[in-house]
């Protein structure tokens, strides 16, 4: 059965722990690249002390050569510059810096974020059954061990660096068990589920077509591998998936906050000059294609941030 769920957003949400993540259960939202928190945004609610779990740091991304980036359009230009191009430690302290920015940006608009800062750099540990991974560089291969830890009174964010393109189901699922073991450092240790930016597309045209070995090494973490979470994992999808069993909205106020332009409509072919003035334009858009800005859209039609999302629970 297909359950479909509009939810009026964290904005619009009360909840009797707002002013503090202290009380409220742990939901990990994990995240292959850094930019894919969007795609499942509407499940980052303040009913929960949200963790953001990334796994890679989104270094292959040939936008990291900046042809990307139109700052005369309000796009934030990432740091440090210059652009030193794909696979390369600039490249991945660019991403980094972007999503550090986005929640940031995201925080001042949507109170289940929040500000959170650097506690820092740490060394994760294995666990029996679960070794190291190792990621592979351009200098030879190594321990992927390296995890950022940063802790705010709203939600959290831990960060592997576990090689863009290299994931696999049971790296991630390493990564996720380390992150668990994280919750001692946070203010509540209390756990609920998993959300995983997941979505994966290659069977309806109608729908927006994705296909991506981490989100797909991620989705096969979550779906077929127990994690040990008490109401399971949840995966993003398309709304035609035969697996999909609920639709989320980002509320209205919070999608604004994120994809709007100035002046509208949010339409990069047809408004292409508009400047970016919501928190995915601004920090992501030296990101965007294929064209200029972020196309947001209330269905998944021309990206994955659409307002509507959908997921598979398992």
């Not at 980036?69 to 302290?93: I, S, Y």
């Not at 999503?99 to 540990?125: E, H, S």
């Not at 960060?159 to 068990?177: E, K, M, N, Y």
Request: aromatic content about 10%; overall charge negative.
């Amino acid at each position: 059965m297909v359950v479909t769920v509009m939810l009026m957003g964290t904005a619009a949400c009360s909840s009797p722990h707002a002013s503090g993540g202290s009380g409220l259960p742990i939901r990990y939202v994990v995240i292959p690249h850094p930019d894919d928190e969007f795609s499942v945004w509407s499940m980052v609610d303040d009913r929960h002390y949200n963790v953001f779990v990334l796994l890679t740091q989104g270094e292959g991304s040939g936008y990291c050569d900046g042809h990307g980036l139109d700052a005369g359009a309000g796009e934030r230009p990432p740091l440090p510059q210059p652009f030193a191009g794909p696979r390369t430690a600039t490249c991945a302290a660019q991403r980094l810096d972007s999503w550090r920015q986005f929640l940031d940006d995201m925080g001042t608009a949507d109170p289940a974020v929040g500000p959170a800062k650097l506690i820092g750099v740490l060394r994760a540990r294995s666990m029996p059954g679960q070794p190291t991974p190792t990621r592979c560089g351009p200098t030879g291969c190594g321990p992927a061990d390296t995890v950022q830890l940063w802790i705010g009174s709203r939600s959290a964010r831990i960060v592997f660096d576990l090689g863009d393109g290299q994931v696999t189901p049971r790296s991630a699922t390493w990564a996720i068990q380390e992150a668990r073991l994280l919750r001692f450092r946070l203010p509540t240790q209390h756990e609920t589920d998993i959300v995983g930016a997941t979505y994966l597309n290659t069977a309806d045209p109608h729908w927006f077509r994705y296909d991506h070995t981490d989100q797909r090494a991620l989705a096969a973490a979550l779906s077929s591998i127990d994690q040990h979470v008490p109401q399971g994992e949840w995966g993003r999808t398309f709304p035609t998936d035969p697996r999909r069993s609920a639709t989320f909205r980002v509320a209205p106020p919070v999608w604004c906050a994120a994809v709007c332009v100035s002046p509208g409509p949010v339409d990069p072919v047809a408004n292409p000059d508009a400047r970016r003035t919501g928190a995915l334009q601004r920090d992501y858009g030296w990101l965007a294609f294929p064209y200029g800005y972020w196309a947001a859209t209330t269905q998944p039609v021309a990206s994955f941030y659409s307002q509507e999302q959908d997921f598979w629970h398992r």
